[in-house]
């Protein structure tokens, strides 16, 4: 039977050492591929502008169903106004954002 040296044992790390490493390099190689593709994306056009700003179908607050399900978690005594409040305080930080990113 062969003695073992010392180094033999750790021959495995150093395989799992260099696989990380090269995992590590691909990873940062698509990233910055990535990164350098979407630089040079063009701008919208108009009507593409026009079709996202498009104002989303409303329902009547009782017949909500995403109010519905936010309420399900509330605490209020009347939890479909409770998300009524939360959802228009969460749209008006969205178009605040949206207006100071344009």
């Known amino acids: 039977m062969p003695a073992t040296t ?3 044992p750790r ?3 150093r395989r799992l050492r260099n696989s990380a490493g090269i995992a590590l390099l691909a990873l940062l190689a698509l990233l910055i591929v990535s990164i350098a593709i ?3 994306d063009e701008a ?3 009507a593409t502008l026009a079709w996202l700003k498009y104002p989303s179908p409303t329902a009547a607050d009782a017949q909500n169903g995403y109010l519905a399900l ?3 978690d ?3 005594a009347d939890p479909l106004a409770a998300a009524a409040a939360v959802l228009h305080e969460e749209r008006a930080i969205f178009v605040a954002t949206r207006s ?3």
Do not use: G, I, K, V
Request: charge should be positive.
């Open 6 to 8: 010392p180094q033999q």
């Open 11 to 13: 021959h495995w790390l």
């Open 38 to 40: 979407n630089r040079a």
């Open 44 to 46: 919208l056009e108009p």
């Open 70 to 72: 936010l309420a399900l």
């Open 74 to 76: 509330a605490r209020a």
């Open 100 to 102: 100071s990113q344009q």
